[in-house]
């Protein structure tokens, strides 16, 4: 295990990113917060500030869908930090339609921002820690990328596509100073996952999920199904059992 102590975090005025900001944070990891929604970004570097006085949160606008925006911000925060010791490329957007229901638009900005916003995400990561001669990129997929489901189609194939980007960065990159972890997150509570009225089976809260995730990412694991329970078996689950049962899930 490597203390990261420069840490960028995408998607961190919200769920998952403002978890894992909070549990760095009190490791004592200094902050590298970005976001579309600036003002509850600025809320965060205020609490997380007064909370853990030795540590440093800088905060920058960013929405992943303007590419070069990514880049500029990625290498802002270098200057202001110094170093980048982890990024983790948490930003993302769920609610798709089923194919063919005229939801083209809604399943085009997924794949967008989920996967094209990745790669840029991750291009910029990279070339940082190529410089640099060492780093650690988080990629967060999901178990939806494990199978494809009707309710999850451009979901799944987005984080899908994630995972296989992160494979083949790490494939890149073995046997150098450069990390690279891929999480597939089970259902987790956050504004992304608790939007419908009915109650999403086997939703975990998020203090049980980021602790989940968090173990994984300090460990450094290539891959990691969090939380292991259920999702390590009900992954298997997904991938084995017929369409047909799959599909109904």
């Not at 905060?59 to 982890?86: I, K, P």
């Not at 173990?215 to 084995?240: C, D, G, N, Y």
């Amino acid at each position: 295990m490597t203390f990261r102590k420069n840490v960028l975090i995408t998607g961190a005025s919200s769920g998952l990113g403002e978890a894992m900001a909070r549990k760095h944070a009190a490791l004592g990891s200094n902050l590298a917060l970005c976001a579309r929604r600036t003002e509850r970004l600025l809320a965060l570097q205020e609490e997380l500030s007064r909370a853990h006085p030795a540590i440093k949160v800088a905060v920058h606008h960013l929405d992943v869908d303007h590419h070069d925006q990514v880049f500029e911000v990625f290498r802002q925060f270098r200057r202001e930090l110094g170093s980048l010791d982890r990024v983790i490329a948490n930003a993302g957007v769920g609610h798709g339609k089923p194919i063919g229901t005229g939801g083209f638009e809604a399943n085009a900005r997924i794949l967008r921002t989920n996967l094209v916003g990745c790669l840029a995400q991750t291009e910029a990561a990279v070339e940082i820690f190529r410089e640099q001669g060492a780093g650690h990129l988080v990629a967060i997929s999901s178990v939806s990328a494990v199978r494809g489901l009707p309710h999850l189609t451009a979901y799944g194939a987005s984080k899908a596509g994630v995972a296989m980007l992160a494979e083949g960065i790490r494939a890149s990159l073995l046997d150098t100073p450069i990390k690279v972890t891929t999480l597939f997150p089970g259902y987790i509570e956050s504004e992304l996952t608790t939007t419908g009225d009915e109650p999403t089976p086997m939703m975990v809260s998020t203090e049980k999920g980021v602790t989940a995730m968090m173990k994984a990412i300090e460990a450094e694991q290539p891959e990691a199904t969090v939380p292991a329970w259920p999702w390590i078996p009900m992954s298997f689950l997904m991938r084995h059992a017929p369409l047909r049962v799959v599909a109904k899930s």
